[in-house]
Structure formats: structure tokens, C-alpha cells
């Protein structure tokens, strides 16, 4: 029969639903929820993404705030705007759209946000409250793959879960809510010898190393929960590109019972929760 494909574009809708309501109570109590976005130009696809981001903002009553800055705009230029939007008691909400420019410092740049103003949840000190039990304002990819996972109904304490790729967006904080969850966590990386063998008995298996169909069928349990954070862009034959995950997906649909798709699986559930991020802040 095949796996039960896990729609993050439908989970997103959900999310949105609940958010719409709440950001409508903040209206009626005259608080108004604001995302202010910095975006350096000189990245198309970024420039593309804000203009996506600003369209979805509209359609939940978000105000949507972009800052744009010149792409031969200094490290101190970016560190100056983010610091004039910590000190603005109307913004609640900051996040810098990647990339920045070579010479700009991206790990200074996060660290500046103000922690309770950083709804990606990049700043040092929000992934570090991930270890204390913090769910709110925690990167929001990771957030995303555990709304995934709960979707299926699974009961994680017990359960063995191994999460490929040790990012500190993704792996790490997603290893820690795991953790939380009281799942056998298990995290691998680009040193880790004969990775199958860990996969293999994983009833809960994530891919976030950004390898093009490092997952196969032979490394999945099955029957188990397969999140596939991979987006992985590969010239066809025709010079055309085609979007892909870390997971082969046709082949591992075969053997897992859950399976997320790329695209339509993390990336819409990532903004989803980048927006509930906002919403929490302004909440605040």
C-alpha cells in the first residue's frame, strides 16, 4: 500500500487557521502583530522568498515590514538595523532573510536579535533554551519536523528516533526536543561509520544532511515515521533543475509508514511555524 504521506502544505493550513483567530483576539485588544524582515539585496531567491513571506502575512492580518538594504550594505549597516529594531517598542517580531553578504558576519548578525524579538530562533540563546524546555520561539525547522511527527499520532517515550545531520538549526535542537519527548535519540553525522546500522532500527528517522537520496529503502525500518528536511536542488539533463530531498523518496515510500515529501513537506510547516513564532511574540 505504501507509506501515508505527511502533508505539510495541509498541517500548515491548519496552523494558519488557529493563527488567523489569534491574531484577530490581539486586534480586538488593539495589539497589533508586526514581523519586521531585514533582506540585503543581491540573492534573488531571497528577494523572491520576502515577497512570498509579505503575501502570506496579509492573507492572516500580520503587518509585514521589509528593510531593505543595498547589497554593498557593511556588517555594521545589517548590525545597526537589528539593534535600531531591538530598542523599537512597535516591533515585535525580527528575522534577516539569508543569504547576507560574504563579508557580513551571519552567526554576529543572529546573535543581535533580541531573544524575546527572534522568532526564527537563531539567536545563541534561544537554541540554547531548547535544553531547558523552552518550545516557544525555537528554530523553526525543528519545530516544524516535531509538529510532523506528533501529526501521525505516534507516542514518542520509548521510541527509538535517529536524526541524520547535526546542524545547529536543525539536528541539535531537534535531537533535544526529541529528548524532551523522552524518545532514544540518536544523532549522526558526516563522520559516523556504516550510518545504516543506526537507521535501520529507527522508528522515527529524520534527514537533514542535504545529501540528494542518502536515505534509502534498505536503511529504513519498516513502518517507521521518515521526515525528509533535505531541499536539494539537481541539474537534470535538459539544464533544468529539479527541487529534492535527502530521502529517495519512490524507493523508501515502499517500506515507511509515514513519509514526508519534498517539496510540500518541511518548507511549508517551517513558515507555518515561523508565523505561530511571530504570533507568540506579539502575544507576549
Not at 540563546?125 to 528554530?139: K, Q
Amino acid at each position: 500500500m505504501g507509506a501515508t504521506i505527511i502533508d505539510g502544505r495541509a498541517l500548515a493550513r491548519q496552523v494558519k487557521v488557529e493563527l488567523r483567530r489569534r491574531v484577530r483576539v490581539l486586534r480586538e485588544h488593539g495589539r497589533l502583530v508586526r514581523l519586521d524582515a531585514i533582506l540585503v539585496h543581491g540573492d534573488g531567491g531571497a528577494a523572491i522568498y520576502a515577497r512570498n513571506q509579505a503575501k502570506t502575512c496579509a492573507e492572516l492580518g500580520i503587518e509585514y515590514v521589509l528593510h531593505e538594504l543595498s547589497e554593498t550594505a557593511s556588517s555594521d549597516d545589517v548590525a545597526g538595523r537589528v539593534l535600531l529594531l531591538n530598542a523599537d517598542d512597535d516591533v515585535c517580531a525580527i528575522m534577516v532573510h539569508l543569504p547576507l553578504p560574504s563579508d557580513v558576519n551571519t552567526d554576529r548578525i543572529q546573535s543581535l536579535i533580541a531573544v524575546d524579538k527572534d522568532v526564527e530562533g537563531v539567536n545563541p540563546a534561544n537554541i540554547g533554551n531548547v535544553v531547558y524546555g523552552r518550545r516557544s520561539l525555537v528554530p523553526c525547522t525543528a519545530l516544524a519536523v516535531m509538529e510532523m511527527i506528533e501529526s501521525t499520532g505516534i507516542e514518542l517515550p520509548g521510541t527509538v528516533c535517529v536524526s541524520v545531520g547535526a546542524s545547529r538549526i536543525v539536528g541539535k535542537p531537534l535531537a533535544v526536543l526529541l529528548m524532551q519527548a523522552e524518545a532514544t535519540v540518536i544523532s549522526t553525522n558526516i563522520h559516523t561509520v556504516e550510518q545504516e546500522q543506526y537507521t535501520r532500527h529507527a522508528d522515527v528517522l529524520v534527514s537533514a544532511a542535504g545529501v540528494p537520496g542518502l536515505i534509502r529503502a534498505d536503511m529504513v525500518k519498516p513502518g517507521a515515521i521518515v521526515i525528509d528536511v533535505g531541499i536539494n536542488r539537481v541539474k537534470q539533463a535538459d539544464g533544468t533543475e529539479l527541487t529534492v530531498g535527502d530521502v529517495a523518496f519512490d524507493d523508501v515510500r515502499a517500506v515507511a509508514g509515514h513519509l514526508s515529501p519534498v517539496p510540500g513537506g518541511v518548507g511549508p510547516m517551517t513558515v507555518a511555524m515561523l508565523l505561530r513564532n511571530t504570533v507568540d511574540a506579539a502575544e507576549r
